[in-house]
């Protein structure tokens, strides 16, 4: 310290991994009462001190999140390591907030148009303050550090647009010594650090590409003493669970909270993990490990196609085909996501035929949204024709495989079930069949893990910015799977052959 006094800091073992990092991009995940928030104290702390020459920022969702709880355990923790607030009736403090610091300060090198939502430190360290629900205030600003509280309730671009972009404050450099960063160096850095509780959060865990590492996680996090960490491309992850800090916590807390949680919430909660389910999933039965695996073609059998004909942020295109047996098997051994400017029917037809022309002499048959049979205003023909016109050479006269109408979210009528419920029992392997899905079919997967149920039980589809279009993100590729498995194993009405 610039002070020249050794302070000693307890730290988890989880905690420790995650302060001696000095990756760009740093995660640490773990269940209520790990610790998270002590964690931003001591970095924030340590980071301040030394190198106060660049300056950084805490951030939460929203002010109130900030006020009471983030800054308020912060502030806790820096007492605690004798770093305390300057009053007047404590003029050896070491940092103000919202006000001018006192003339026994450092000065600091910034030029700033008031002290609102800024705390400075005695040795001139800076470091901002700011709630995400007003992220675009940021901009503008150059940072060279930032730690970010429960990043799971945080929106994607206040991430990777502003607060990203504002890390490129020039003086922050990997260290060779015992702490991680310095003055000097050869390697500039802007770190990051997220810390967060797990929420089934899809943009989150593909920015640190969390997926890739689940079989390791999930045979760490239920372990008292072991922990995942790693990652790669300068993202650095700590994942583990509550009781790694449970000597810090009261008697009994986190044992009354298993007793408190359902299974599922105990999983993400207390033992930290990012696969488990929050409880509104509409497909809550599928399962990686049950439903996910190596499912390449199976020779001498017909080939199933769906379709849904959304164009943003994709056309939707999935292969099936059905193992028939004492069970049926149906597998999504491929699936096409054809983003623009390829997202076309046709382009869409084209790039199936050139992986499986060779392959449609057992069979095809078409499926998909069954209002695609209707004529389109602006198309004056059915986006079906469409799709029968560039597979002619390939298809039957029984090849159309269509409901009467799409099955409907809720039961309508005696002995109807309606489509959540129908794919829950199906998944569940209540029908005489069991699915499997490749694991190259990356969209397919996202859709069944990450769609979710609305208020009225139907798919939420919000419209979020994908490749700068407002669009559905998730719901394409689960809509097709839904009408090839609703028209073969359902018990809904056909259209007939001829209509």
Known sequence: MSSGETIEITLTDPQAAILNSNADRNLLMMGQGGGKTNTMG????????????????????????????????????????????????????????????????????????????????????????????????????????????????????????????????????????????????????????????????????????????????????????DFFQGGENGRFMVIANAFH????????YLENRLLDLTPDEAERLVYGSPFSKTGIEYYSSFEIKTHVGKYGYLPNLPLHITFDFNVNPYMTLQVWQVKTGQRDEARCIKEYAMKSPKNTIERTCKAFLNDFSHLCVNGLYLYGDSSGASNQPTELKSYFSIVQNELRRYLRSNSLCLLKQNVRDRAVGYGKIGRREFMTALLRGRYEVDVRVDSGCVYTIADFENVMEDSNGTKSKKKVLVDGIACEKYGHMSDASDSFLAYRYGKYLRRKVTE
């Open 245 to 252: 800090n449970k000597e810090n916590l009261p008697d009994n």
């Open 42 to 225: 001591n970095l924030s702390y340590l980071l301040s001190q030394n190198v106060p020459d660049v300056m950084g920022l805490i951030a939460a969702n929203t002010y109130r999140q900030l006020t009471n709880s983030t800054l308020k355990e912060i502030f806790k923790q820096w007492a605690s390591l004798g770093f305390t607030k300057y009053t007047e009736a404590n003029p050896s403090g070491s940092y103000v907030i919202d006000r001018t610091p006192p003339k026994t300060f450092t000065p600091h090198k910034y030029i700033f148009r008031d002290n609102d939502s800024k705390i400075y430190c005695k040795n001139g360290a800076v470091i901002v303050v700011a709630s995400l629900d007003n992220y675009m205030a940021l901009e503008g600003m150059e940072l060279g550090w930032a730690l970010l509280d429960e990043t799971e309730a945080t929106k994607e671009e206040a991430v990777t647009e502003v607060i990203t972009a504002r890390l490129r404050e020039k003086g922050l450099y990997k260290s060779d010594g015992d702490y991680p960063f310095s003055h000097t160096g050869t390697v500039p850095v802007n770190p990051l650090f997220v810390f967060t509780k797990p929420g089934r959060v899809d943009w989150l865990n593909n920015y640190f590409g969390i997926d890739k590492y689940r079989d390791e996680i999930m045979l760490k996090i239920f372990s008292h003493t």
